[in-house]
């Protein structure tokens, strides 16, 4: 096999230099009653190019671009990723590197997520941003978890606009935690209702998405000070679609106290979904409270700038039981890839990207409109947007799958409340003609 | 003497990102725009981040020189006890590459995902094989979420018992994030000290464990690099009482095809496939952590649950006690893709490559006891942990003893770590670095021993070729400096 070099003569070079006659001796410390008495039932080794050819089987099985035009989004969205930044990050120093424990023979990987926590602050409008988590729905539990470890309140309130599956991960994640979640119910306009929210005073923080699950554009504006009536109750922002923030008004300037979400659009493949990127960034003074690692400045002993972990004091390895989280590995190079995007945009670029993103997903909805379906929240959108089709859509939407069509994801599962409700994506991967012909295949 | 691989070369300066470039540049292919503008209102639009303008050669060459600042298991041997740094296999880069793998909407419907699903559901069956463990979740994004994925299956275990048990038992070497994952699930981790021998002892077990203890977390092998002998007997203690065993599955790289964790009364195991199944650790992540359990705890895995029915896959959500979902998807897809096609690659050697890994890890730890301190002195797995106890009279330390491995081009070992050994080196060849790289590293440790006690001053004072020399880790700490 070539990736173990030993040869025989190296085994029995070695077996000798331990003392002990073969390979199995080396296992006694193993009770014989502890031994596996099987052998590994595992498909014959293929060589690398049985596997090439396995794997590309198995890959043409998958609908994607450009066989397929796919309309979902719901949290995992189309960009074109440039070459670059593939490329670069297949640098195996970076890629092949364990967590930087040895600041020494790490300082690639410590810039850059320093200046990833750095682009990050500036996306959100926040001071600290720390150096990445599993996912979107992680990033939210952790921070509704730091913001009843802020206020040692037990209760907090989200939105039922933020993503259905992250709500799925709160709920285990607070399951054995005996806090109580509230959900805000949606409104007429497809935003967050928040007016039968009270007792400000009993509530660790109010998490909401902007945009929304639906696509819409909340208004977080009118959240704040309703929010912060209480000086102490601590305001989340959750996001799935962080290139938004290219155009709009970031979370940190409308007075989040914690923004969190998916950084997968900034130039990571969707991948079925993972590896993804949870980002999540703080005001200042909450530093301390915030879970994961943290990359910082310092000068080493002849004064030169350097990087190192730091503020580790929260963390599991030193803390224990005590840490502001469990998380070691995080998504370190998932990171470096988003910084790499977020570098080669520019803010010149991130703005026109964003700007072509509300454009496509703009004129879809409008054409879907003049086409008589039912666009049922008069709410700006970005990316994506909720369409009422018709009772019998079902038919049209298998019809549209043969015809390598995907053209929504249903609500209904997630929203009983909405039934024949569809939400759809398109960005800048998604081309005038296609969305045309989708408009034409569902009016026909 | 052979010339050793570190050496000093031409190494490049780079700024910030946000001190290079000029207003106006691009780096990115903007896509025309084929449809009408659609301005948003006024109200809504924010400045826009304050990000630096940067051209494609400028961002390429801030990486490259970056890179150049790193050290990779592709530079060199790294032996970071515990982490599994063997060598990351390119053909499973191509694989998660692969168009329809890598651009693949984690919410497709099902029959057009078959391919993505057939290898979810094959690496789970693999991974059951080889664990001994017949029930297997992938959504684990790393092994701490591994470990939090474990404890919340303790929790729905003893609820569905009406058992509301509130202590875990820890050993005291096990890794920072078990009391930590078990804390979140609202268990308070009592203790149990390891014996002379650097084992648990079941009498130890047994004087701890009551009806108030959901379970035990043991890593095996240990965090010390030896097998937990009495293993089925504390199973049995922890079991007697109502309670659950979790192991640790993070040395799992030291027993493949040699044990059968359910035989070992184990209940729930997670893997690190960042470790044991080759896949690379991105310079802290992504890993992936999924959790391997009996049939007994299979109804509360997480869901969606992957399933063959009639020749098609299916994601079932149909599992009404599960404990719900740990990721918003299926965890970290693109690092399954690689483990899977890494027991593809290797088949049934997966038990050499075990076999091979306690070799070499033995081979280190004969080639180095007459200059190093072994606090136990028994066979070991796949990792062997020394101390400083030796060099301590020349005044210099573990810490010392690393750093001056980087000017001789190795990674260091992981160090102070386990905390129950005072100065520990703790080293983990694992089984691709071959006996040629084991007698350098072994060598360049001798020269090192030697220069402590007539040069120590070269071993305080490194490392001396990197880039940067020891760095202020106090400084960063008291004034945090964390965005440019």
Known sequence: MRYLPHTQEDIADMLKTIGVDSLNDLFTTIPEDCRRKTDLKLPKAKTEWELNHHMSGLAAQMAVCPDYTVFIGAGSYDHYIPEVVKQLLSRSEFYTAYTPYQPEMSQGTLQAIYEYQTLTTRLLGLDVANASMYDGASSLAEALLMSIRITRRKKVAISRLIHPLYRQVVRTYFAPTGFEVVELPVSDSGQTDMTGLEDMETFACVAVQSPNYFGCIENLAAFEEKIHSDSKTLFIVSFTEPLAYGVLKNPGSLGADIACGEGQSLGIPRSFGGPGLGMFAAKKGYMRNMPGRLVGQTLDIEGKRGFVLTLSTREQHIRREKATSNICSNQGLCATAAAMYMATLGGTGIRKLAALNHDKAAYLQGLLKNAGFEIPFDTPVFNEFVVKFPKDFKKTYTNLLSKKIVPGLSLTPDYPEFPDHYLLCATETMDKADMDLLVKEVTS | ?484
Request: hydrophobic share 40%.
């Open chain 2, 1 to 484: 003497m052979k010339e050793g691989v570190g050496t000093t070369g031409l190494i490049l300066n780079e700024p910030f990102l946000w001190e290079k470039g000029k207003k106006g540049r691009m780096g990115f292919s903007l896509p025309n725009n084929d449809v009408p503008s659609s301005p948003l209102v006024a109200e809504l639009l924010g400045e826009g981040p304050d990000f630096p303008d940067l051209s494609e050669v400028d961002v390429v060459r801030h990486y490259t020189r970056l890179s150049t600042w790193n050290f990779g298991v592709d530079s060199g041997m790294y032996p970071l006890g515990s982490c599994t740094m063997k060598y990351n296999p390119k053909t499973n880069e191509r694989q998660a590459s692969l168009p329809g793998l890598a651009q693949a909407h984690p919410l497709l419907p099902t029959e057009l995902a078959q391919g993505a699903l057939k290898i979810m559901f094959d690496l789970q069956e693999h991974l059951a094989e080889i664990t001994g463990l017949p029930a297997v979740s992938l959504q684990p994004a790393a092994g701490a979420q591994g470990e939090l994925t474990g404890m919340l299956l303790f929790y729905a275990f003893h609820m569905m018992n009406k058992e509301r048990r509130t202590k875990i038992l820890i050993p005291d070497t096990a890794h920072g994030t078990n009391p930590a994952s078990a804390a979140l699930c609202g268990f308070r981790s009592v203790p149990v000290a390891s014996n002379a021998q650097g084992v648990l002892a079941p009498d130890d077990v047994e004087a701890l464990m009551d009806e108030d203890t959901a379970g035990i977390m043991v890593t095996n092998p240990n965090t010390l690099g030896l097998f937990e002998e009495h293993i089925k007997q504390i199973s049995e203690i922890v079991h007697t009482k109502g309670g659950l065993v979790y192991a640790d599955g993070a040395n799992m790289n030291a027993v493949m095809g040699m044990v059968n964790m359910a035989d070992l009364g184990v209940d729930v195991l997670h893997l690190n496939l960042h470790k044991t199944f080759s896949t690379p650790h991105g310079g802290g992540g992504p890993g992936s952590g999924p959790v391997c359990v009996t049939k007994k705890l299979e109804p509360f895995l997480p869901v969606p649950r992957v399933m063959h029915v009639k020749n098609r896959y299916e994601l079932s959500y149909d599992f009404p006690e599960s404990i719900g979902k740990v990721h918003a998807f299926y965890g970290n897809f693109g690092i399954q893709i690689r483990a899977y096609s890494y027991i593809l690659s290797m088949g049934d050697q997966l038990k050499t490559a075990s076999q091979l890994a306690v070799l070499n890890a033995n081979y280190l730890k004969e080639s180095l006891r007459d200059i190093f301190h072994l606090p136990y002195d028994k066979p070991c797995m796949h990792e062997c942990v020394f101390t400083d106890k030796h060099q301590q009279a020349f005044k210099v330390s573990t810490l010392d003893i690393a750093k001056r491995l980087i000017d001789y081009g190795f990674h260091p070992p992981t160090i102070y770590f386990p905390l129950v050994v005072q100065g520990a080196l703790m080293m983990e060849p694992t089984e691709t670095e071959s006996k040629e790289n084991l007698d350098d590293f072994i060598e360049a440790l001798r020269q090192i021993v030697q220069e402590a006690k007539d040069n120590p001053e070269l071993l305080l004072q490194a490392p001396i070729k990197t880039k940067v020399r020891r760095l202020d880790e106090t400084m960063a700490a008291r004034k945090p400096c964390l965005a440019g």
